[in-house]
């Protein structure tokens, strides 16, 4: 339930840190790792998702593993992954799903797209 302009962005000089929740009670949770752009990159990419209608970030989730697994197959470039998902969230309306079922019919619906969209870019 946390609105996203309550989220601020600081940057670790060495990368170590690369995420920090602070509670109520002033404690601190933080998730460190070896200096790797992996996991600050796809938090990034969901940051817009937030603020958008519901059900964007599952169409994100649905089109980066498309796109991903169309890389590691060797049939689009790693430049690629993020025009997909771009035209996959261009394309396919968050239905702000209500139910399991419409989630699910959701996440097919950008998967096929997503699919359609990396055919089209083929290596």
Do not use: C
């Amino acid at each position: 339930g946390l609105a996203p302009d309550k989220l601020d962005v600081v940057i670790h000089p060495q990368s170590v840190i690369h995420s920090m929740v602070q509670y109520h009670d002033t404690s601190v949770v933080a998730h460190l790792g070896t200096p790797d752009m992996r996991v600050p990159i796809a938090y990034g990419l969901a940051w817009e998702a937030l603020a958008a209608p519901t059900g964007t970030t599952a169409v994100l989730n649905a089109a980066n593993e498309v796109a991903v697994a169309a890389f590691l197959d060797q049939r689009i470039r790693f430049d690629q992954i993020h025009a997909v998902n771009v035209a996959t969230l261009a394309a396919v309306l968050p239905s702000n799903p209500a139910s399991l079922e419409a989630l699910l019919a959701l996440d097919a619906s950008a998967r096929a797209f997503a699919e359609r969209s990396a055919a089209g870019m083929a290596v």
